[in-house]
């Protein structure tokens, strides 16, 4: 590619719309004769629907139909248990959603919901995840498909002859998405056609699974989404509410609005697992480490296995000769659990970046100088080679940014007025991977240009990053490009998640451009009113790719203050340094890794589902007792990059970083909040009780 | 500030009721169930769908807009107390052309990514910057009798209603101060 458009910063391409209030998210778009529908939630954990009585909603002025097992358009089995909604009696979790309103109005439905009578047939439940449960099993493989355990030399021996030995449990509580908008889908039928505009991270998977679900060929359903309101992993597949409101419109033969509750999002739409986690180091007194181990428990549902990935962040790593990883999960009565930002490899770091400090503060040395020691060669996993690896960049660069010089390892020695100030550090690594895609390119008469993909921009700011990949791969200004995205009737595109979409995207969009400039290159004469276009896909280049073990890696450095009297914990100042190959826009770019690291404060400091086992439901589910980081809580954040040229990643040459930033946040406030008060908090949140009650706070 | 004097239950339906306001300037006047909250009579009845619904409870902040220049969530306030009232959403914060000064500098700061709780902080900002210049006092301010300088701490606390997902609070900060120095 043309040195040009790429790497200079950009502003986003819909900010005027989205400033404006003029973009148009999933319920938003004019539409005669439109119905709405309101969900209803089961209130029974574990057990049958025995009756369903619906006159009483039906009574309600403008309520037009209640949808419920008993009388739903029956959808496909075998596509996906989530998705079989309404089809029979069973209720796997509380806040199921087992029934459906279809009003004139937002009012009606909604008092409609309320007036579904559900009686059930109830049996004893089990919601809460310890470790000695005895449903625990070891899952045939876990997300997206690595190995349950992994063994390497002889762990036991390694770790019983070490000089220094870390042997601790780390918690992490159950974690929810919450974009600001929620779940949400209209959908119209016409002629056997499904219009559906949508809220997700791909909706090249939306068509596909409505297609299978209402057994109607893929062409016949068209998904828009050309405005997402946030994901963070809960939007990555097709989840409740699509498939509710295109049952819903099939039913009333009227286009069907459908947003769920806020308080709906918490449970239907997946959320982080909570995870117990056991992590073991050994090393020599220099901090060697010999012996590395992290067993993982996590949850999934009754209705479909989802396996965490948490330990596979420790497979790779920090080298040790001798290493083990195991994941066990337990099948409880709720719901299943899903994607959130950096599934797998965050609350897997938090606990990995922790020990990491812990080992440096027996060994007593630099918790920075801790990890270049601990570098390796080659991924201790497969033993491959790193396409790149720059955590030890990331690290110093970080460390000058910070000013971690003369740090005082001691805890509890700095002070100022009631707080105690304490610094934190802790890696990061993300897989960087690419999945196929399609894009077509085409050129006019005019000296324009059209390339048409369909990723999704949930706010990454993907829709900018492909508009200017495109102009350099066409050597021309971006002003001459015009980018379209966000609907499935576009060349087909893998899911904006996993980090991986403006590689995937980016891929197939260079293709295309390439070849219409070979194309053009061969052309004589003008070029037909309609343009000439051509179409690539990725989908072999993809397969083709050698093995080699491609990563993002990151460093966070946090200074906390906490109050000697509350137990209060404040941020002062969050600095992460990234290495995550090319950087496309640096606005969207930095906006993301900020993003990242805010999202991490939240999860050290702010969120947590608090589950009632008696009810088997998290009874903190709005953002008013659920609490997620404010702009209060945010004093100082910064993000960087170091220069990075991968040449064995993608045409762009980018590592992706939307999951980067929040990888190894959480660790690195717990490790400051140690280093401020010498109390090691291995339970997430760091709630003030935990501290208080402790001796540093006597 | 809300005056329900105006309107009218509807004849024959009790649930409904007239009422008429004025929405960035211009006169509406709607039959509404009295359920009705002033955020589904802009989406759902006017298309003005700048302002969002994202909690529906006061919770989160995506609905605010102003209400005689004063800023309110409008998923808690019913349409059909408002007669005679003057509401203004984003779409009403300046003429499509040019965008107002904390339009451009939100676009500039990259103060928003999925765009999504952007109207009800744009919003927000508006009546704040406004609250400041009035010489309201917040909880971060030392002096309570002299006029209140816009510090970072003090934009934080007083943008704290309106939540962010993305993170994109720094750049929030940013645009609002560089707005704040134009006035």
Same mark, same amino acid.
């Given at each position: 590619?043309?040195?040009?458009?790429?790497?200079?910063?950009?502003?986003?391409?819909?900010?005027? $719309? @989205?400033?404006?209030?003029?973009?148009?998210?999933?319920?938003?778009?004019?539409?005669?004769?439109?119905?709405?529908?309101?969900?209803?939630?089961?209130?029974?954990?574990?057990?049958?629907?025995?009756?369903?009585?619906?006159?009483?909603?039906?009574?309600?002025?403008?309520?037009?139909?209640?949808?419920?097992?008993?009388?739903?358009?029956?959808?496909?089995?075998?596509?996906?248990?989530?998705?079989?909604?309404?089809?029979?009696?069973?209720?796997?979790?509380?806040?199921?959603?087992?029934?459906?309103?279809?009003?004139?109005?937002?009012?009606?439905?909604?008092?409609?919901?309320?007036?579904?009578?559900? $009686?059930?047939?109830?049996?004893?439940?089990?919601?809460? !995840?310890? =470790?000695?449960? &005895?449903?625990?099993?070891?899952?045939?493989?876990?997300?997206?498909?690595?190995?349950?355990?992994?063994?390497?030399?002889?762990?036991?021996?390694?770790?019983?002859? =070490?000089?220094?030995?870390?042997?601790?449990?780390?918690?992490?509580?159950?974690?929810?998405?919450?974009?600001?908008?929620?779940?949400?889908?209209?959908?119209?039928?016409?002629?056997?056609?499904?219009?559906?505009?949508?809220?997700?991270?791909?909706?090249?998977?939306?068509?596909?699974? !409505?297609?299978?679900?209402?057994?109607?060929?893929?062409?016949?359903?068209?998904?828009?989404?050309?405005?997402?309101?946030?994901?963070?992993?809960? @939007?990555?597949?097709?989840?409740?509410?699509?498939?509710?409101?295109?049952?819903?419109?099939?039913?009333?033969?009227? &286009?069907?609005?459908?947003?769920?509750?806020?308080?709906?999002?918490?449970?239907?739409?997946?959320?982080?697992?909570?995870?117990?986690?056991?992590?073991?180091?050994?090393?020599?007194?220099?901090?060697?480490?010999?012996?590395?181990?992290?067993?993982?428990?996590?949850?999934?549902?009754?209705?479909?296995?989802?396996?965490?990935?948490?330990?596979?962040?420790?497979?790779?790593?920090?080298?040790?000769?001798?290493?083990?990883?195991?994941?066990? !999960?337990?099948?409880?009565?709720?719901?299943?659990?899903?994607?959130?930002?950096?599934?797998?490899?965050?609350?897997?770091?938090?606990?990995?970046?922790?020990?990491?400090?812990?080992?440096?503060?027996?060994?007593?040395?630099?918790?920075?100088?801790?990890?270049?020691?601990?570098?390796?060669?080659?991924?201790?996993?497969?033993?491959?080679?790193?396409?790149?690896?720059?955590?030890?960049?990331?690290?110093?660069?970080?460390?000058?940014?910070?000013?971690?010089?003369?740090?005082?390892?001691?805890?509890?020695?700095?002070?100022?007025?009631?707080?105690?100030?304490?610094?934190?550090?802790?890696?990061?690594?993300?897989?960087?991977?690419?999945?196929?895609?399609?894009?077509?390119?085409?050129?006019?008469?005019?000296?324009?240009?059209?390339?048409?993909?369909?990723?999704?921009?949930?706010?990454?700011?993907?829709?900018?990053?492909?508009?200017?990949?495109?102009?350099?791969?066409?050597?021309?200004?971006?002003?001459?490009?015009?980018?379209?995205?966000?609907?499935?009737?576009?060349?087909?595109?893998?899911?904006?998640?996993?980090?991986?979409?403006?590689?995937?995207?980016?891929?197939?969009?260079?293709?295309?451009?390439?070849?219409?400039?070979?194309?053009?290159?061969?052309?004589?004469?003008?070029?037909?009113?309609?343009?000439?276009?051509?179409?690539?896909?990725?989908?072999?280049?993809?397969?083709?790719?050698?093995?080699?073990?491609?990563?993002?890696?990151?460093?966070?450095?946090?200074?906390?203050?906490?109050?000697?009297?509350?137990?209060?914990?404040?941020?002062?100042?969050?600095?992460?340094?990234?290495?995550?190959?090319?950087?496309?826009?640096?606005?969207?770019?930095?906006?993301?890794?900020?993003?990242?690291?805010?999202?991490?404060?939240?999860?050290?400091?702010?969120?947590?589902?608090?589950?009632?086992?008696?009810?088997?439901?998290?009874?903190?589910?709005? !953002?008013?007792?659920?609490?997620?980081?404010?702009?209060?809580?945010? $004093?100082?954040?910064?993000?960087?990059?170091?220069?990075?040229?991968?040449?064995?990643?993608?045409?762009?040459?980018?590592?992706?970083?939307?999951?980067?930033?929040?990888?190894?946040?959480?660790?690195?406030?717990?490790?400051?909040?140690?280093?401020?008060?010498?109390?090691?908090?291995?339970?997430?949140?760091?709630?003030?009780?935990?501290?208080?009650?402790?001796?540093?706070?006597? | 500030?809300?005056?329900?004097?105006?309107?009218?239950?509807?004849?024959?339906? *009790?649930?409904?009721?007239?009422?008429?306001?004025?929405?960035?300037?211009?006169?509406?006047?709607? /039959?509404?169930?009295?359920?009705?909250?002033?955020?589904?009579?802009?989406? *759902?009845?006017?298309?003005?769908?700048?302002?969002?619904?994202?909690?529906?409870?006061?919770?989160?902040?995506?609905?605010?807009?102003?209400? *005689?220049?004063?800023?309110?969530?409008?998923?808690?306030?019913?349409?059909?107390?408002?007669?005679?009232?003057?509401?203004?959403?984003?779409?009403?914060?300046?003429?499509?052309?040019?965008?107002?000064?904390?339009?451009?500098?939100?676009?500039?700061?990259?103060?928003?990514?999925?765009?999504?709780? /952007?109207?009800?902080?744009?919003?927000?900002?508006?009546?704040?910057?406004?609250?400041?210049?009035?010489?309201?006092?917040?909880?971060?301010?030392?002096?309570?009798?002299?006029?209140?300088?816009?510090?970072?701490?003090?934009?934080?606390?007083?943008?704290?209603?309106?939540?962010?997902?993305?993170?994109?609070?720094?750049?929030?900060?940013?645009?609002?101060? *560089? /707005?704040?120095?134009?006035?």
């Amino acid at each position: 590619m043309s040195a040009g458009a790429v790497g200079r910063a950009h502003p986003r391409l819909e900010g005027r $719309e @989205k400033v404006t209030g003029t973009a148009r998210y999933a319920v938003e778009y004019p539409l005669d004769d439109v119905t709405y529908a309101w969900a209803v939630p089961a209130a029974a954990v574990r057990g049958r629907i025995t009756r369903i009585d619906p006159d009483p909603a039906l009574a309600v002025p403008g309520v037009l139909t209640v949808l419920h097992h008993g009388n739903a358009p029956r959808l496909a089995a075998g596509v996906e248990a989530e998705l079989h909604l309404l089809q029979d009696p069973v209720v796997h979790y509380r806040g199921q959603l087992v029934a459906l309103v279809v009003a004139e109005s937002i009012e009606a439905a909604r008092e409609g919901a309320r007036h579904v009578l559900i $009686e059930y047939d109830t049996e004893p439940h089990s919601t809460v !995840l310890t =470790a000695d449960h &005895p449903g625990l099993y070891r899952p045939e493989k876990v997300n997206p498909g690595y190995p349950t355990d992994t063994t390497e030399g002889n762990f036991d021996a390694a770790f019983e002859a =070490a000089e220094v030995r870390v042997d601790v449990t780390y918690r992490t509580p159950a974690y929810h998405n919450n974009p600001m908008e929620p779940h949400a889908t209209t959908a119209q039928w016409r002629d056997g056609q499904l219009l559906l505009h949508d809220s997700n991270q791909g909706s090249t998977a939306v068509q596909a699974a !409505l297609a299978e679900l209402f057994e109607i060929p893929r062409e016949s359903v068209r998904v828009i989404s050309e405005h997402v309101g946030g994901g963070f992993g809960s @939007k990555g597949y097709p989840k409740a509410a699509v498939v509710l409101a295109a049952l819903a419109a099939r039913q009333v033969g009227r &286009p069907v609005r459908l947003a769920l509750t806020r308080q709906q999002l918490f449970g239907p739409i997946g959320y982080r697992t909570p995870t117990i986690q056991r992590v073991r180091l050994g090393s020599d007194a220099d901090g060697r480490i010999a012996a590395i181990c992290h067993d993982a428990i996590s949850q999934t549902s009754t209705l479909t296995e989802f396996a965490e990935q948490t330990a596979v962040y420790t497979r790779s790593m920090y080298a040790a000769p001798h290493r083990r990883t195991t994941h066990r !999960l337990v099948r409880l009565d709720v719901p299943t659990p899903f994607w959130m930002r950096a599934p797998g490899e965050c609350p897997g770091a938090y606990a990995l970046e922790s020990a990491m400090d812990e080992l440096a503060a027996a060994c007593g040395i630099d918790p920075i100088e801790l990890r270049i020691r601990n570098e390796p060669t080659v991924d201790p996993d497969q033993g491959h080679p790193f396409s790149s690896r720059n955590l030890v960049a990331c690290l110093t660069e970080g460390a000058r940014r910070f000013g971690w010089a003369d740090r005082d390892l001691r805890p509890g020695t700095r002070r100022d007025g009631r707080w105690l100030i304490g610094t934190g550090v802790a890696g990061s690594s993300y897989p960087a991977r690419a999945r196929a895609s399609a894009a077509t390119a085409t050129a006019f008469p005019d000296g324009g240009y059209l390339v048409r993909i369909n990723a999704t921009d949930i706010g990454t700011g993907a829709r900018t990053a492909l508009w200017l990949v495109a102009a350099d791969a066409l050597g021309v200004p971006p002003e001459r490009v015009d980018i379209r995205i966000g609907d499935s009737d576009l060349p087909p595109a893998g899911v904006a998640g996993g980090s991986m979409g403006t590689a995937s995207w980016s891929w197939a969009v260079v293709r295309a451009c390439q070849e219409l400039r070979d194309r053009l290159g061969h052309h004589s004469g003008t070029l037909p009113p309609e343009g000439t276009t051509v179409a690539a896909s990725t989908a072999d280049e993809v397969r083709a790719q050698q093995p080699m073990a491609r990563y993002a890696y990151g460093a966070q450095f946090a200074e906390v203050r906490v109050d000697v009297d509350t137990g209060e914990v404040r941020v002062n100042r969050m600095l992460g340094v990234f290495a995550a190959g090319r950087v496309v826009n640096p606005t969207t770019a930095r906006s993301q890794l900020i993003g990242g690291m805010t999202m991490g404060i939240s999860m050290a400091l702010h969120e947590e589902g608090l589950l009632d086992e008696r009810y088997g439901d998290w009874v903190n589910h709005d !953002l008013a007792t659920y609490h997620i980081t404010g702009c209060a809580d945010v $004093e100082q954040i910064e993000a960087y990059w170091v220069d990075e040229e991968d040449p064995d990643l993608n045409p762009a040459g980018v590592k992706g970083l939307g999951e980067i930033g929040i990888v190894g946040t959480a660790a690195a406030i717990a490790n400051a909040v140690r280093h401020a008060t010498g109390v090691r908090v291995r339970d997430l949140p760091i709630r003030l009780d935990k501290l208080i009650g402790t001796s540093s706070f006597t | 500030m809300q005056n329900g004097s105006g309107s009218a239950t509807v004849a024959g339906d *009790e649930r409904s009721s007239r009422v008429a306001f004025t929405v960035n300037g211009t006169r509406r006047e709607l /039959t509404l169930d009295n359920r009705t909250t002033l955020l589904d009579a802009l989406r *759902e009845h006017l298309d003005l769908i700048g302002a969002k619904k994202g909690c529906d409870h006061g919770q989160c902040g995506s609905c605010t807009v102003l209400l *005689e220049g004063r800023r309110v969530k409008s998923c808690l306030i019913f349409a059909v107390t408002l007669d005679d009232c003057s509401i203004t959403t984003v779409e009403g914060l300046a003429g499509p052309d040019p965008l107002a000064p904390l339009q451009e500098a939100f676009i500039a700061h990259d103060a928003f990514q999925c765009g999504y709780c /952007t109207p009800g902080q744009l919003c927000s900002a508006r009546g704040m910057l406004d609250e400041v210049a009035a010489g309201w006092p917040s909880a971060v301010t030392d002096d309570l009798t002299g006029a209140v300088r816009l510090t970072d701490a003090e934009v934080r606390e007083r943008m704290s209603g309106n939540l962010c997902r993305c993170g994109a609070y720094p750049h929030i900060v940013a645009a609002i101060r *560089e /707005t704040a120095g134009e006035r």
